[in-house]
Nanobody, 124 residues
């Protein structure tokens, strides 16, 4: 069983930056794909970013690819989402998720473990 705990969310002005962290326990994240998703009120959960389990290949949603970056530190069992140039439309509850395989996927149904989420609000 894997437990995922997100942190780093908060209130930020448009154009600002935040770095989200996802700390895993119960199992190493090494070798497993890790992803970030978000869900705004009244909307479905949507894919944001994923990093592969072995060669750190990353893939990001078109809406964030020029502004966000995903990375991992296997030694710390932690995954990060660096978010720059934040916009109001980035406001959402951000979830960390883990697969039980190393290959990247973008559908929430392909992820087996989820955190509780951290709120990101972009507003002036």
């Amino acid at each position: 069983q894997v437990q995922l705990v997100e942190s780093g969310g908060g209130l930020v002005q448009p154009g600002g930056s935040l770095r989200l962290s996802c700390a895993a326990s119960g199992r190493t994240i090494s070798g497993y794909a890790m992803g970030w998703f978000r869900q705004a009120p009244g909307k479905e959960r949507e894919f944001v970013a994923v990093i592969s389990g072995k060669n750190n290949y990353t893939y990001l949603a078109e809406s964030v690819k020029s502004r966000f970056a995903i990375s991992r530190d296997n030694a710390k069992n932690t995954v990060y989402l660096q978010m720059n140039s934040l916009k109001s439309e980035d406001t959402a509850l951000y979830y960390c998720a883990s697969r039980t395989k190393g290959e990247t996927r973008t559908s929430p149904t392909e992820f087996d473990y989820w955190g509780q989420g951290t709120q990101v609000t972009v507003s002036s």
